[in-house]
């Protein structure tokens, strides 16, 4: 998305990037609080309350996909391959096709998953066993998702766009350092609470 929706992108179809990026948001935020609201909601109807179980849970989980995303052993990420229609840039206004893309983007599991970070936050859902809590949690993935935009507010011209693309790339490797060390905070933490509840 963020080669998509650009100030430059939306200066070539007749739209402003404030509004395209504005409605992103909101859609990423819609769509991580619906993910939370759906997964919190099966969690109270078919889990059983078990604070041990969910540490321990949480803890593999985090271990796992930080192994995933750091690719030990050669270990992909299942995900399934399906991305946005990029032909709604042609077809709707900036408002319509900032909200959709937000919106399959913020839930995390209807476009392509590229952490594990993704699973843990719809797991960690499900564990609450609470809509609230899980609405919450999707609402924070859906931010930090979505403001992923304003990556692209500087790109006015196709200079601008390599530039931008060389960034991501140059950046990727330190990107995922992060991603997995934070997976594996997530774990430690879990570990340390499951620890203390015993």
């Not at 929706?5 to 990037?17: A, D, Q, V, W």
């Not at 593999?60 to 299942?78: E, H, I, S």
């Not at 936050?121 to 899980?134: E, H, Q």
Request: hydrophobic content about 55%.
């Amino acid at each position: 998305m963020l080669s998509s929706i650009t100030p430059l992108g939306e200066r070539g179809r007749n739209n402003r990037f404030v509004t395209a990026a504005s409605f992103f948001v909101v859609g990423s935020v819609l769509g991580g609080m619906t993910t939370g609201a759906a997964f919190g909601l099966l969690g109270a109807v078919a889990l059983p309350a078990a604070p041990v179980v969910d540490g321990v849970v949480i803890a593999l989980l985090a271990v796992v996909g930080a192994g995933l995303d750091a690719r030990v052993a050669g270990m992909r990420l299942p995900t399934i391959r399906r991305q946005v229609d990029e032909r709604w840039l042609q077809k709707y206004r900036g408002w319509v096709y900032g909200l959709g893309f937000g919106f399959q983007l913020g839930t995390g599991v209807a476009t392509i998953v590229s952490s594990a970070a993704v699973y843990l936050m719809v797991v960690a859902a499900m564990l609450t066993r609470s809509v609230a809590a899980g609405v919450a949690i999707g609402a924070v993935f859906g931010t930090v998702r979505g403001l992923s935009i304003l990556l692209a507010r500087r790109v006015v011209t196709y200079d601008g766009l390599r530039l931008l693309h060389r960034r991501i790339a140059d950046n990727a490797e330190r990107s995922v350092v992060a991603n997995v060390a934070v997976q594996g905070l997530i774990g430690a933490v879990a570990l340390v609470a499951v620890v203390s509840v015993r």
